[in-house]
């Protein structure tokens, strides 16, 4: 399970004195226990992909303001904990691949224009899951079903 993983990893980390790689895997640990108690559940493998995607994304979306803010030190660091994080997710689809699934989907729910943005969205994301982050998928529909 994941959340073992995630606790052996953090363990390594304390014993090799990686400091980076143990405050990142305790930031995904602390998001996900989060979730946990605010909803009181379990939470199964794939709501913790979505948590660690999540996780991956933010720091994404940091990158541009430390950019233009000219922060070397600070995107150096974050594109770390991006690499650190990608460790627990899927491998990421190509466009062609997100593409091909999207076009099935399509197919599948008879969506022609950009109305049906939402059914292709919802069934793209279940089938996609983390292998692909939304913005991408949302880029490909829209070029889809234009």
């Not at 606790?7 to 990142?24: F, Y």
């Not at 979505?50 to 974050?78: F, M, N």
Request: no cysteine.
């Amino acid at each position: 399970m994941l959340k073992e993983r995630l606790m052996a990893d953090l363990k390594e980390a304390m014993k090799e004195k990686q400091i980076l790689r143990k405050n990142v895997v305790q930031m995904v640990r602390a998001a996900i226990l989060q979730v946990e108690k605010d909803k009181q559940i379990e939470l199964e493998d794939n709501q913790i992909l979505e948590i660690i995607a999540k996780e991956a994304k933010k720091r994404k979306d940091s990158l541009d303001d430390y950019e233009k803010s000219g922060r070397q030190d600070l995107i150096d660091q974050v594109n770390q904990e991006i690499d650190i994080i990608s460790e627990y997710l899927p491998k990421q689809l190509s466009r062609e691949e997100i593409k091909a699934i999207v076009k099935e989907i399509i197919e599948e729910t008879g969506a022609i224009t950009i109305k049906d943005m939402g059914k292709v969205m919802k069934g793209a994301k279940e089938k996609i899951g983390a292998a692909a982050d939304g913005k991408a998928i949302n880029e490909v529909v829209r070029e889809l079903l234009n």
